[in-house]
């Protein structure tokens, strides 16, 4: 399972995607997080996953790095969904037995959580598989550059988020790194009962601490080796420029956000009954 987690890996390609403005895929990536929340019936929902699969399409992500991002949260959406069915009430009622009540209201809400929260895990993981460590720190900096006026280290902030970004696969090699030394030395994580199986995360917890410890001061010595400064007067081989291809994408976005907005207003204007379940 551990192996399966994505976040902060890159993919190397030459899709549209990668050749966008790093600045405007934050901004885009955003902007359609924030749409996921817009949507509030089945045309808009419906929309926005076709979206997010020409997303995926257009990128040149192998599928299956993409669904490798979902299966870590896939048990959580799965039971989050049978709570949403079994007790949510409201609707026509399918099936009922005892406290189990399950309708069209229930059925709904489990597929709008499930579809939302695997949308935006793709569109989140689609940033870094599509943006190089380096010019995501660069960009949030730019973006976060007018908070320089109220004396926030913003370069210092974005370094940071950026590295906590490129150290989650680091870190996931040497969980299951030390998860095999364990074994082979005997240790036993499938048997026993839930604080069994706790207590046995001991011996990996531990020397993933130390582990986590141990990069970071190398990773400070060697930016002090470097001279590393907090990014005062430090110049970037790779200028960013805002193309008219950014400027198509935030077009793009534009109309698709108006769209959406006017989605869910479509069944109240058409009559259609079928898609007034609003969530």
Not at 82 to 110: M, P
Request: charged share 15%; net charge positive; aromatic share 10%.
């Amino acid at each position: 399972m551990v192996k399966d987690i994505t976040i902060g890996q890159y993919f190397p390609s030459d899709s549209i995607i990668h050749r966008l403005d790093p600045r405007v895929k934050i901004v885009l990536t955003l902007v359609l997080i924030v749409c996921i929340f817009i949507c509030k019936n089945i045309p808009s929902l419906l929309a926005f996953v076709l979206i997010t699969a020409l997303l995926v399409l257009v990128s040149k992500v192998p599928l299956k790095m993409v669904l490798k991002s979902i299966k870590p949260i896939a048990i959580v959406i799965l039971f989050t969904s049978l709570l949403n069915i079994f007790y949510i009430r409201g609707g026509t009622v399918f099936f009922e037995w005892k406290f189990i009540h399950i309708t069209s209201k229930g059925l709904f809400t489990a597929l709008f959580m499930a579809a939302r929260v695997i949308c935006l895990v793709v569109i989140s993981s689609l940033l870094t598989y599509t943006t190089t460590p380096t010019m995501l720190t660069d960009a949030i900096e730019r973006l976060l550059s007018p908070l320089k006026i109220f004396k926030i280290p913003v370069h210092t902030l974005s370094m940071m988020m950026t590295l906590a970004l490129r150290f989650i696969p680091v870190l996931i090699d040497e969980i299951d790194r030390i998860t095999n030394a364990q074994k082979a030395r005997g240790a036993d994580f499938e048997t026993g009962g839930l604080i069994k199986k706790a207590q046995a995360m001991i011996p990996i917890i531990v020397p993933l601490f130390i582990s986590s410890i141990k990069h970071a001061y190398e990773l400070a010595d060697a930016m002090d080796c470097r001279c590393y400064t907090d990014g005062s007067g430090r110049t970037r081989m790779k200028q960013m420029k805002t193309k008219a291809s950014d400027y198509a994408a935030l077009f793009v976005s534009l109309v698709f956000v108006t769209a959406l907005i006017l989605c869910n207003y479509a069944p109240f204007i058409t009559g259609l009954t079928f898609f007034n379940t609003v969530i």
